[in-house]
């Protein structure tokens, strides 16, 4: 899939599955804007595949609105999690948590739409998760934030198709990053336990979302707007 010519943004873009995207969309041939609210990962990444580094809070919406003029594509995958369930869970926390995940997708995506609007076209890609479709434990704050991305991406894409913008999510599974080794090893687990209860004994690579989200962000997707597409190795087919 070649981006050659395509200015894309992509949130998150300093670890795990964000830095995998703007890899994949470098390759092929995309001007890639790689922002993160952590500096220091971004400006390493963009030594070694190019692009621009931003540093951006996405909560912090006169930052956003500087940032996403004139995008053909904006992949949202800027998350935080979290590890409780609702008795447990401070009200802070709960805010904190729809910051990142929810107001940061739908502030990008407000962002982004007039620019794309006035060129008549763009694709918006945000990354939900298997826990906005199903149920996880201990994790109420953060499955409630990816249903509102999934609900929000319906209704962007709704909204836009006339504007010529597709809008649609992406569902990863078990991804193997960062953070999901920090939440094996803070809960005392093994990544081997944890590999052993996915369908295929193994979690999924930041690389196999990028490859979902680089479909979804070209043309060949030109007919697919507002769709789900799970990537997550049969965890919710089961
Ligand atoms: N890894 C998984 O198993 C998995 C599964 C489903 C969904 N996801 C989703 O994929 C996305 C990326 O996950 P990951 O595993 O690569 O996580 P990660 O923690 O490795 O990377 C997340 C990145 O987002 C950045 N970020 C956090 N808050 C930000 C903010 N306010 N503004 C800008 N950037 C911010 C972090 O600095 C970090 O670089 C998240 O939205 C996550 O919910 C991950």
Same mark, same amino acid.
């Given at each position: 899939? =070649?981006?050659? $010519?395509? @200015?894309? +943004?992509?949130?998150?873009? &300093? *670890? #795990?599955?964000?830095?995998?995207?703007?890899?994949?969309?470098? /390759? #092929?041939?995309?001007?890639?804007?790689?922002?993160?609210?952590?500096?220091?990962?971004?400006?390493?990444?963009?030594?070694?595949?190019? #692009?621009?580094?931003?540093?951006?809070?996405?909560?912090?919406?006169?930052?956003?609105?500087?940032?996403?003029?004139?995008?053909?594509?904006?992949?949202?995958?800027?998350?935080? #999690? =979290?590890?409780?369930?609702?008795?447990?869970?401070?009200?802070?926390?709960?805010?904190?948590?729809?910051?990142?995940?929810?107001?940061?997708?739908?502030?990008?995506?407000?962002?982004?739409?007039?620019?794309?609007?006035?060129? @008549?076209?763009?694709?918006?890609?945000?990354?939900? *998760?298997?826990?906005? +479709?199903?149920?996880?434990?201990?994790?109420?704050?953060?499955?409630?934030?990816?249903?509102?991305?999934?609900?929000?991406?319906?209704?962007?894409?709704?909204?836009?198709?006339?504007? $010529?913008?597709?809008?649609?999510?992406?569902?990863?599974?078990?991804?193997? *990053?960062?953070?999901?080794?920090?939440?094996?090893?803070?809960? &005392?687990? =093994?990544?081997?336990?944890? @590999?052993?209860?996915?369908?295929? %004994?193994?979690?999924?690579?930041?690389?196999?979302?990028?490859?979902?989200?680089?479909? +979804?962000? *070209?043309?060949?997707?030109?007919? /697919?707007? &507002?769709?789900?597409?799970?990537?997550? %190795?049969?965890?919710?087919?089961?």
């Amino acid at each position: 899939m =070649s981006f050659g $010519g395509k @200015r894309a +943004l992509v949130t998150g873009a &300093g *670890s #795990g599955i964000g830095a995998a995207v703007a890899r994949r969309l470098a /390759v #092929g041939g995309a001007d890639v804007i790689l922002a993160d609210v952590a500096l220091q990962p971004i400006e390493e990444l963009a030594q070694e595949i190019g #692009g621009q580094p931003l540093q951006l809070d996405v909560r912090d919406e006169e930052q956003v609105a500087a940032a996403m003029a004139g995008l053909d594509v904006l992949v949202n995958v800027a998350g935080i #999690g =979290s590890t409780t369930t609702a008795p447990e869970t401070p009200l802070d926390v709960w805010e904190d948590v729809f910051a990142v995940n929810a107001r940061g997708t739908f502030l990008c995506c407000k962002h982004a739409i007039p620019g794309m609007a006035e060129r @008549r076209g763009g694709s918006i890609v945000n990354i939900a *998760s298997v826990a906005a +479709l199903v149920g996880l434990r201990n994790r109420v704050a953060y499955c409630a934030s990816k249903g509102a991305v999934v609900a929000l991406t319906r209704a962007l894409a709704v909204d836009h198709v006339a504007d $010529g913008i597709r809008v649609n999510a992406v569902c990863p599974g078990t991804v193997d *990053s960062p953070w999901v080794r920090r939440l094996v090893e803070d809960a &005392g687990e =093994s990544l081997d336990a944890l @590999r052993a209860r996915q369908p295929m %004994g193994r979690l999924g690579l930041p690389e196999e979302i990028a490859d979902a989200v680089a479909y +979804l962000a *070209s043309d060949a997707a030109a007919f /697919v707007t &507002g769709t789900t597409l799970v990537i997550d %190795g049969g965890l919710t087919a089961a």
